[in-house]
């Protein structure tokens, strides 16, 4: 067979089909129902965002889809469009006979079946009920659809039908979401020269929409004005002034998972059709450098370890609880889910700040001596829990300033117990953080779900000497109509005795210095530091918790659909690396800061090994905090001698020994 009859003789069948079955498919069409689209609202405007210093981040946009009357629609955009995509429009039945030549000597050229000759009607129709793939099958209903769809629509009707249905990219569907998206516009707004542009989008909506690549984008819309030039829709001297005329395309927005908090935020305060309606400019709590840092920082962090992987960043003001980043997944278009906001998992071993920081508060000290001595604890059916430390060592007899550098989990499941189930659940809800086991010891484990802002946001009396600041995506709103400012203040309160919130964040300055996120003893050096590692049973989800006078931060990283991350994949390797990078970064600019000690916390020298006042005959002596009344009294009985007082000196780590979940 030649070239020539190869590929005429599927056009000769595509005819036939015309002809001789337009009439039995027609009830595959149905009737567009134009209720089931919104209105448009005359004079809307989308909602801007801006950073707390007043830098653009995006702006939040409606997701329905709009139905505008054709005679809304520029009629240059109208002419546009017919010019490159069906410039016979007005004088064919929905086929056209002169395209599908002109597409069939093309096509013989080509060696190919690359054009197949469409009308509007046609796209129209593929883009409603049938797909792209090129076969004789689906250009044949097409083009009886199109035959029928002719029959029933006015060319009106029918243009007006392809704009608002058609894809223009990035999820633009419809004329007015494109406006919209692109330009900050209603259609009636846009220019000539954003008309030729949009018009020459549905070829190829991901080749040519505006935000991609700009020399294609030109060349495509300076291919539509030399068609409407040929077809003498425009003169030559406005095409040449159209192609020169400057377009400003509204650059898409950073902070993906940001913004989608602040609209449901928005939703939450003035409901849903809130953000159909537009017309508000918000001034969000982030501070844009670390937003951008925070992106980089946990797709990298991540990307180190696995690609299938997930994660989750948020960083605070502690002056403000100001949500200054927050980063919900690794790739919001992969995965829009906000993890930083509403994933609950099992935070495991960062838990446990909480629960000695009650012990604290039930009157025991950063000294108080724990043995890790095997335990085990009764259940159903004649079963009995046995809690076991990371690794299953034992190492015997630790303070508890010790016991939580270590993560030692035998001894908080016993520090626990001793302060009772129901007085933490208590004292962790005054926190902010809503515990729903008020009756199991493995509470101490981490075995409630929470989420990283809830605890994030539980950890922040313990960095402010005692004051919770609820999380505070939005600072102000700028309501254009009626033209009035909203402020939205810091929500602080006080919650903890600035004295407990001290010695607990002392204890945690340790975790970083020789603890289970050791690896951060280089930051520690240089700024004073707390924080606390998480890792669940089985490697399933891994955190790190820290803080500096200045801000908090939180790291969490896991599977989606729960799962091992595997052996040694802890909060200390993963995510604690993550928050290192990230708080270089964030306080470069900013001053060494130290914890404020309160004036009822108090410093004294002890012994170590006993816990009592250190005398000038004890080998070994550190600086221990107590909230006031709960410091030693007595000197060390083991080296009797003169009791030494402050100034204090550096603390004597104990060895590196691990004993919990890291």
């Known amino acids: ?128 009920y049938l797909t792209s793939e090129k076969t004789l099958q689906r250009k044949v209903k097409e083009g009886i659809l199109a035959l029928e769809y002719e029959r029933k629509y006015t060319k009106k009707q029918i243009l007006e039908m392809y704009f608002n249905e058609v894809l223009f990219g990035n999820g633009a569907w419809g004329i007015v979401q494109a406006a919209r998206l692109y330009f900050d516009k209603y259609p009636q707004e846009l220019t000539e020269a954003e008309c030729a542009l949009l018009a020459g989008v549905p070829k190829a909506p991901s080749r040519y929409n505006p935000l991609g690549n700009p020399a294609k984008i030109r060349d495509r819309k300076n291919l539509v004005l030399k068609r409407m030039r040929e077809l003498k829709m425009i003169t030559p001297a406005q095409e040449k002034a159209l192609r020169v005329q400057p377009i400003a395309v509204v650059q898409p927005g950073a902070a993906p998972y940001y913004l989608a908090h602040v609209r449901n935020k928005l939703v939450e305060r003035y409901g849903a059709q809130i953000i159909e309606q537009g017309g508000l400019e918000v001034t969000a709590a982030m501070d844009l450098r670390l937003q951008r840092i925070a992106e980089k920082v946990l797709r990298e962090g991540i990307g180190r370890v696995s690609s299938q992987l997930q994660g989750a960043i948020l960083c605070l003001d502690l002056q403000t609880g100001d949500v200054l980043a927050a980063v919900g997944g690794v790739d919001f278009a992969r995965s829009p889910y906000n993890r930083a906001f509403y994933a609950k998992r099992q935070p495991g071993s960062s838990i446990k700040p909480l629960i000695y920081a009650a012990a604290l508060e039930k009157g025991y000290t950063a000294a108080s001596r724990w043995n890790d001595e095997p335990v085990s604890y009764p259940r159903s059916h004649h079963e009995t829990w046995k809690p076991r430390n990371y690794g ?43 515990l729903r086991s008020p009756n199991d010891l493995s509470l101490a484990l981490g075995t409630d779900e929470v989420t990283l802002s809830d605890l994030v946001a539980a950890y922040t009396p313990l960095a402010t000497g005692g004051l919770r600041s609820e999380p505070r995506t939005i600072i102000r709103i700028f309501e254009k109509h009626p033209n ?151 000197p060390c009985p083991r080296h009797p001698g003169e009791v030494l007082m402050p100034p204090p000196v550096s603390p004597q780590p104990p060895p590196p020994q691990t004993g919990g979940q890291p």
Not at 45 to 63: A, C, H, N, Q, T
Not at 411 to 433: N, R
Not at 502 to 510: E, I, L, N, S
């Open 1 to 128: 067979m030649t070239v020539i009859g190869k590929w005429l003789n599927p056009w000769i069948f595509v005819a036939m089909g015309f002809l001789l079955v337009a009439g039995p498919i027609a009830p595959l069409w149905a009737q567009e129902d134009r209720a089931s689209y919104p209105p448009v609202l005359p004079g809307y405007s989308s909602i801007k965002v801006f950073d707390r210093e007043g830098r653009f981040v995006g702006r939040i946009l409606p997701e329905k889809r709009y139905w505008i009357p054709i005679d809304q629609i520029p009629p240059f955009l109208q002419k546009a469009l017919i010019a490159v995509e069906d410039a016979r429009f007005y004088e064919h039945g929905g086929i056209d006979i002169r395209g599908i030549t002109r597409a069939l000597v093309r096509d013989v050229v080509k060696g190919k079946m690359a054009e197949g000759g469409s009308t509007i009607t046609q796209q129209l129709i593929k883009n409603k």
């Open 484 to 634: 009035t400012w909203t402020e939205i203040p810091p929500a602080i309160k006080p919650v903890l005795s600035p004295a407990l919130a001290f010695v607990t964040t002392q204890m945690m300055r340790d975790v970083l210095t020789y603890g289970t996120a050791k690896s951060l003893s280089g930051f520690a050096q240089r700024r004073p530091a707390a924080g606390k590692t998480g890792t669940t049973d089985d490697y399933r989800d891994a955190w790190f918790i820290g803080y500096t006078p200045q801000f908090i931060t939180g790291v969490w990283a896991g599977y989606d659909k729960p799962r091992s991350l595997g052996k040694g994949f802890t909060g200390g390797a993963i995510c604690a690396p993550i928050w290192g990078r990230f708080m270089d970064q964030a306080l470069a600019d900013r001053p060494v800061a130290d914890f404020s000690k309160p004036d009822t916390a108090v410093s004294v020298l002890i012994d170590p090994a006993t816990g009592d006042l250190a005398t000038s005959e004890c080998p070994l002596k550190m600086e221990e905090f107590y909230v006031v009344g709960t410091q030693p009294t007595q």
């Open 392 to 434: 299953g060592t034992l190492y015997g007899e630790q303070t508890l300033r010790q016991a939580l550098a270590h993560s030692n989990n035998i001894i908080t499941v016993k520090l626990l117990e001793a302060i009772g189930v129901p007085y933490f659940v208590q004292f962790a809800g005054d926190l902010g953080l809503s």
